[in-house]
Each structure stands twice: as C-alpha cells, then as structure tokens.
C-alpha cells in the first residue's frame, strides 16, 4: 500500500468540536462473490501495493513472488490458467514500492513500480497482450530520472497514455507528466517543466487527478517541509482541461510549475496540524462543483473531516466529524493508516455520500446535506468484498488482508475484480525481526455489485 497522510487549523469557517453520537451505521452492504482464483503465493512479510488490470477481455497481475521478485501473471477471462513471467527486480522492506500496470492503444503493456528514490524501472512489451515480452527499457525520456517514486500511469483528454512521477525526494520534489507516442513507442515530456515543484524546499503530494463529466481535470495535494509526515502542510487545487494549461477554481491561469507562492490555497494548514498526504481527495456536489475533503485537528486536538468548496468566490471549509479521537502521526517510513475519507460523490439516488473509517466510529458513509455539506445521517458501509473475506487465513500473529482494484473494467455491467492476499502491517520500511510470516495467497476475486 502507499501508506502516508498527514493535516492542521484552516482559515474561514470552523466548528469547535463537540463530539455528536451519531447512530452506528447498520450492516455493511456486501457484494456477492463469483469467483475466486489463485494466482500465487507472494511475499507477506510487509505490505506493498500490487496491480490488476482487466482490458480487452484478459487480466494481467503484477506482484512480487514469495522470493519478493516482480512477477507477471496473465490469462484470457474465459480460462483459468495463468501465464507467468519473473521480471529482474526485487523487492526489500519499503511500503512505497507499488507497482502499476498499464495498456496502450494498440494493447502493448506497460509496467513501472520498485521505487523510492531510486532510478527509472520501467518495462514494456514487444508484443501486444503478450507478457512473456516484456523487456526493460533503461529510460523513458533520459533525464531526471535518477530520484524516481510514485509512478502512476493514466489517460490523457485524448485517451493518449500519460505517466506521472515524483523526481526526489520527500521535501524535496517535483512532478513531472510524460505522454507516450505508440507510432515510435517512445516517451516525451508533456510539459516543458514540473506540474508542482518544491523548489528544493519541501515536497507536494497530490491525490490522482480526477475528470468531471464535462472533461475537466481536478487535483488537490498537500506540501510537506521533510521526511516527517507530521509536516505535512496546507491543501491545494488547480484544474486543467488539457493537463498542459492550468488554471484556479475562478479560471485564473496558472504558471507552471506551481509553488508554494503561486498554488490556489483550499485551507491554510500548519505543519504538525493533523494533515496528512494520501488523505485529501477531490469529489463533487449534485450540481458538479469540486469539493475538496481533508482532516486536520480541530481546536481541542482531536482528528475531524472538512469538506471545502467554492462559495461566493472563496474556499469553505465545513466540519464534517465530531470525533474525540486523535490521530497523531510523525516520523519517516511507511505508517498505519488508523482514520480514512473518501470524496464527497452521488450515490445515483440524488444524494450525495462520503465514506469514512475510524478506529472508533468504524466504517460508514455520511449523508451529506447537499448546501452544507454536513451529515444529515450515517449510512452502511458499502463493503468491496464479503466480510468474511476481511478476515485473515494465516494464523500468523498480527497478518493483515491487503486489497487491490481492478485499474481495468471487467466489461460487464455490475461485475468487478479486486486482488486479495495477506501480509504483516508497515513497519516503517524497516526490516522486522525474526522469521518472516509465510507467503500468502495472491487471488483474484470476481465480485458483484448489490442492487
């Protein structure tokens, strides 16, 4: 998992905080489950985000094995063995080191992951769909790309195939776009310069960019000063409809790359605040306005949830939570993520919805008052998987079940796939004592939606 958040006090609006007892939200709504099938016994000794993608009615796996190897695993959706292929990077301890799988137009593949702070590991395929051929290209550009972390790959506007990624290092960052050309499958910048750049100074962490239904991009992101996520800092956002010409909330444009000096402020947040990056997201209201959500501590010190939006020309955050809880994080390393939110979205009822869940109020979504953005009720949790499915196999102390979605779509209406395998928690990305859990079960699950 990438596993890192961090939040503080905002300008505008605010609501001390008086704990409400909301009522427990009822049962978890819960999927069926169609199908299971194993792929492979993997690494468990710590977690590490892997990848699914179903494209072209076949699904391809990205993992590493039970000796820790990034490993391939293909087949057709109408059978059920796999093709496999070893790939010649290992990984060690360090919870960053996802791994993210993509497909072009014309169905090469396109894999990236084992790296924090380290150079460029890329590889492609020679032939379409064919994982047996994947090879590792040394470079995509040729320049920064020595001080490599959080790779994402992505649609552009025009379906064109786009890669993201931080150059640095925690306090020190920038992000730059390459856009992929599969006339001479070769890579370029998109931009001239960084999207966001720390200036050497402190590091940004956005959230992926989200697309409204009129095709316009959305990114949020927080700045931390160093390594310590406890300095996570103040939550931006910028828009673009062409990921090359950004603008503000009010159609200002904005120069690239963006600073500390020049970004749109959604909540000013000090380090040490309760902020914290992976945690702060872009949704929108019934009328597709964005709403930014973050958490921060409130006046008594304990975490709550604000949702921001535009209004009257400015940004307004409102308390969303009336916890008494507080979650405090600091230090480097991967950590336990002990609070989580979702953006504010419809639900297809006309109504909008906000998942959250904590270490004491559990897991639900709020019901959101569409001209507040308040809680008028806590819905059921909608579960990805059947509990029992939550609930580690391994009779290892202290296992944890791991989840992955499907960065594909299965192609048929209703029907989704999700990664499922055990591991120990995060440990800072330090290696644990002691021998290490046995591998677990890599599987794929093949779910249904409830009505």
Not at 44 to 55: I, M, N, R, S
Not at 165 to 186: F, I, K
Not at 188 to 208: F, K, T, V
Not at 334 to 357: H, P
Request: glycine share 8%; with cysteine.
């Amino acid at each position: 998992m990438r596993i890192t958040m961090n939040i503080a006090a905002t300008i505008g609006w605010l609501s001390l905080s008086v704990p409400v007892a909301y009522p427990a939200p009822g049962p978890a709504v819960e999927p069926e489950l169609l199908e299971g099938l194993d792929v492979g016994r993997v690494w468990a000794g710590h977690p590490v985000e892997f990848a699914l993608l179903t494209v072209r009615g076949r699904q391809f796996v990205a993992y590493y094995d039970a000796d820790r190897r990034m490993t391939l695993a293909a087949r057709r959706l109408d059978e059920s063995e796999w093709t496999y292929r070893r790939l010649d990077s290992k990984v060690e301890w360090d919870s960053h080191n996802y791994i993210v799988l993509a497909a072009d137009a014309e169905g090469f593949l396109h894999l990236s992951g084992n790296m924090h702070n380290v150079p460029l590991i890329y590889f492609q395929t020679d032939k379409p769909l064919d994982v047996r051929t994947f090879r590792r290209v040394p470079h995509m550009v040729g320049r920064d790309e020595e001080q490599v972390t959080y790779p994402i790959f992505l649609a552009g506007p025009d379906g064109e195939l786009l890669f993201n990624y931080r150059d640095g290092r925690s306090g020190a960052g920038r992000y730059l776009y390459n856009v992929y050309d599969p006339g001479t499958r070769t890579w370029r910048r998109l931009l001239d310069q960084p999207l966001i750049d720390g200036q050497g100074q402190r590091g940004a962490y956005p959230n992926p960019l989200v697309r409204d239904r009129r095709g316009v991009y959305h990114l949020c992101w927080v700045w931390r000063d160093s390594g310590d996520c406890s300095t996570n800092h103040d939550v931006c956002y910028a828009r673009s409809r062409d990921l090359v010409h950004w603008e503000k909330s009010d159609g200002e444009p904005l120069k690239l790359p963006m600073t500390l000096e020049t970004a749109e402020y959604v909540a000013r947040i000090p380090p040490r605040g309760g902020l914290i990056n992976g945690n702060a997201h872009v949704g929108f209201d019934l009328q597709d306005r964005p709403v930014v959500s973050y958490h921060k501590f409130d006046e008594a010190g304990h975490t709550q949830v604000y949702n921001a939006r535009v209004e009257n020309g400015q940004w307004k955050s409102r308390q969303v939570s009336r916890w008494d809880y507080r979650w405090y994080f600091q230090g480097g390393g991967a950590i336990e993520v002990e609070i989580s939110i979702g953006a504010v979205q419809a639900d297809g009822q006309g109504r909008l919805t906000q998942a959250f869940a904590h270490p004491r109020a559990g897991r639900g979504r709020w019901l959101l008052d569409p001209e507040t953005l308040t809680p008028i009720e806590v819905l059921p949790a909608l579960r990805r998987a059947p509990a029992a499915l939550g609930k580690p196999e391994s009779t290892f102390p202290a296992m944890r079940v791991q989840w992955v979605d499907d960065a594909g779509d299965s192609g048929d209406p209703g029907v989704y796939y999700l990664l499922r395998w055990e591991t120990l928690p995060a440990n800072r990305d330090r290696p644990r004592a002691g021998d290490p859990p046995p591998p677990s079960m890599l599987r794929v699950l093949k779910l249904r939606r409830p009505d």
